[in-house]
């Protein structure tokens, strides 16, 4: 372990983060909950590296309507320059003039913003503090470890969660960045974003991560229709209405039934991630309760009797 600790301190802190994900003991990991224990606090690496991953505006102004507008002009001078008889610069001079030239304007263009992504780790952790300034809570969990992680106790003190991010320009006016939440004890990672000016951006994912950890878990989720699942219908009758006449037998040919008026109430509130089918608030479906055959409009919330040939969405439900 010392020749790991030893290599670990000579690597850029990038470098020591990663390593750390790979080395620490696949410990300690409650039930799969990637914050960790509601009920106490976690450490998490002040040491947060934020990258820059692109500059659009910079690339599509500088880089492209700069460098034609100054090849064009180092070029009309470099065309009077060689039009002077025997003058002081002849057509070896002009390379390496053109290859000074370029060198300086990309180093030029790649160090503008050089800091931005120091800054925004500060005004990060800052962000993180300020927030529990400014709200009451029972616990403060996110303990941040200003300390660098290669030179801690890898086994016993090595903080749980390291950070690093990316960030890219958007506009004058807007940044994106993204900060990577990385568990070391499970190589588990999280990602939070947000869109937002300079000065702004950190504070607003701040409050994501805030929320994460900070947030007490929900209750455990009581499924309203433990002894029933929706039936997913044919891509064809998924878009296309049906007649209503024929939209029971649609669904007994899945050894299915058309739901009730509560159960369309309650599977379009939970949504697709929850029942596996898709529910359109403007189209009428036919549903079928004790007072029969009807189309209900989900946006309206309102059921009316079928018309003579009218035409309604199919959901199907199935009794297990």
Same mark, same amino acid.
């Given at each position: 372990?010392?020749?790991?600790?030893?290599?670990?301190?000579?690597?850029?802190?990038?470098?020591?983060?990663?390593?750390?994900?790979?080395?620490?003991?696949?410990?300690?990991?409650?039930?799969?909950?990637?914050?960790?224990?509601?009920?106490? %606090?976690?450490?998490?690496?002040?040491?947060?590296?934020?990258?820059?991953?692109?500059?659009?505006?910079?690339?599509?102004?500088?880089?492209?309507?700069?460098?034609?507008?100054?090849?064009?002009?180092?070029?009309?001078?470099?065309?009077?320059?060689?039009?002077?008889?025997?003058? *002081?610069?002849? *057509?070896?001079?002009?390379?390496?003039?053109?290859?000074?030239?370029?060198? #300086?304007?990309?180093?030029?263009?790649?160090?503008?913003?050089?800091?931005?992504?120091?800054?925004?780790?500060?005004?990060?952790?800052?962000?993180?503090?300020?927030?529990?300034?400014?709200? %009451?809570?029972?616990?403060?969990?996110?303990?941040?470890?200003?300390?660098? *992680?290669?030179?801690?106790?890898?086994?016993?003190?090595?903080?749980?969660?390291?950070?690093?991010?990316?960030?890219?320009?958007?506009?004058?006016?807007?940044?994106?960045?993204?900060?990577?939440?990385?568990?070391?004890?499970?190589?588990?990672?999280?990602?939070?974003?947000?869109?937002?000016?300079?000065?702004?951006?950190?504070?607003?994912?701040?409050?994501?991560?805030?929320?994460?950890?900070?947030?007490?878990?929900?209750?455990?989720?009581?499924? %309203?229709?433990?002894?029933?699942?929706?039936?997913?219908?044919?891509?064809?009758?998924?878009?296309?209405?049906?007649?209503?006449?024929?939209?029971?037998?649609?669904?007994?040919?899945?050894?299915?039934?058309?739901?009730?008026?509560?159960? #369309?109430?309650?599977?379009?509130?939970?949504? %697709?991630?929850?029942?596996?089918?898709?529910?359109?608030?403007?189209?009428?479906?036919?549903?079928?309760?004790?007072?029969?055959?009807?189309?209900?409009?989900?946006?309206?919330?309102?059921?009316?009797?079928?018309? *003579?040939?009218?035409?309604?969405?199919?959901?199907?439900?199935?009794?297990?």
């Amino acid at each position: 372990m010392a020749h790991v600790l030893l290599r670990l301190r000579r690597a850029t802190p990038l470098l020591a983060l990663l390593a750390l994900a790979l080395l620490s003991p696949a410990q300690g990991a409650e039930g799969g909950r990637f914050c960790g224990p509601p009920g106490s %606090p976690v450490q998490v690496s002040a040491r947060l590296p934020i990258l820059k991953a692109g500059n659009i505006p910079d690339f599509l102004a500088t880089n492209q309507i700069a460098r034609q507008n100054a090849i064009t002009t180092y070029a009309a001078i470099a065309e009077r320059l060689l039009a002077i008889p025997d003058g *002081p610069v002849g *057509p070896e001079d002009i390379q390496p003039l053109f290859r000074f030239l370029a060198s #300086m304007h990309d180093t030029m263009v790649n160090s503008a913003d050089q800091g931005i992504g120091q800054a925004l780790a500060d005004g990060f952790l800052s962000a993180v503090e300020d927030l529990y300034a400014r709200n %009451p809570v029972p616990l403060r969990r996110i303990r941040f470890s200003y300390s660098h *992680p290669a030179l801690a106790e890898l086994e016993d003190h090595a903080p749980t969660y390291v950070l690093y991010g990316q960030y890219s320009v958007v506009s004058a006016q807007q940044l994106r960045l993204t900060i990577t939440v990385l568990r070391t004890d499970t190589a588990e990672q999280r990602s939070f974003s947000a869109i937002a000016p300079l000065t702004q951006v950190s504070a607003a994912v701040a409050q994501h991560f805030f929320d994460a950890f900070q947030r007490p878990e929900l209750g455990e989720f009581i499924n %309203p229709m433990p002894t029933t699942e929706w039936v997913p219908l044919p891509a064809t009758l998924a878009v296309q209405d049906v007649l209503t006449t024929q939209a029971q037998a649609v669904c007994a040919a899945q050894g299915a039934r058309l739901p009730t008026r509560l159960e #369309m109430t309650l599977g379009a509130a939970f949504g %697709p991630y929850f029942t596996g089918v898709g529910f359109d608030p403007s189209r009428y479906y036919a549903i079928e309760d004790e007072n029969g055959l009807q189309v209900m409009n989900l946006y309206a919330s309102e059921c009316l009797p079928p018309a *003579p040939r009218q035409k309604a969405a199919v959901l199907c439900i199935r009794d297990l």
